[in-house]
Nanobody, 126 residues
Framework: QVQLVESGGGLVQAGGSLRLSCVASARTFNTYAINWFRQAPGKEREFVAGITFNGGRTNYADSVKGRFTVSRDNAKNTVYLQMNSLKPDETAIYYC???????????????????WGQGTQVTVSS
């Protein structure tokens, strides 16, 4: 079992930046692939970014490519999401999610992830 805690959300103006963190409790954190998802009011949860268990591969939603960067520090049991040039329509609750996987595949479907954090609110003002 792994518990995830997100932090780093807040209020930022359009064009600004935030860095989200996701800290995991698992001793075997380095065997989990981690994704970031987001959910805006009235919308479905959507894939934002993903990183494999060892950081060897990353993937991004087309809408955030070139602006967001996902990274991990397995020694700290932490995954980060650096978000630059934020837009008002990216206002949402951002979640990190974990699945046990030691391959280089990056899944983008929420149903594939068994472990979720409580989310952190990101609000981008215009």
């Amino acid at each position: 079992q792994v518990q995830l805690v997100e932090s780093g959300g807040g209020l930022v103006q359009a064009g600004g930046s935030l860095r989200l963190s996701c800290v995991a409790s698992a001793r075997t954190f380095n065997t989990y692939a981690i994704n970031w998802f987001r959910q805006a009011p009235g919308k479905e949860r959507e894939f934002v970014a993903g990183i494999t268990f060892n950081g060897g591969r990353t993937n991004y939603a087309d809408s955030v490519k070139g602006r967001f960067t996902v990274s991990r520090d397995n020694a700290k049991n932490t995954v980060y999401l650096q978000m630059n040039s934020l837009k008002p329509d990216e206002t949402a609750i951002y979640y990190c999610a974990a699945r046990r996987a030691i391959d280089q595949a990056i899944e983008d479907e929420p149903a594939r992830f068994a472990h979720w954090g409580q989310g952190t609110q990101v609000t981008v003002s215009s």
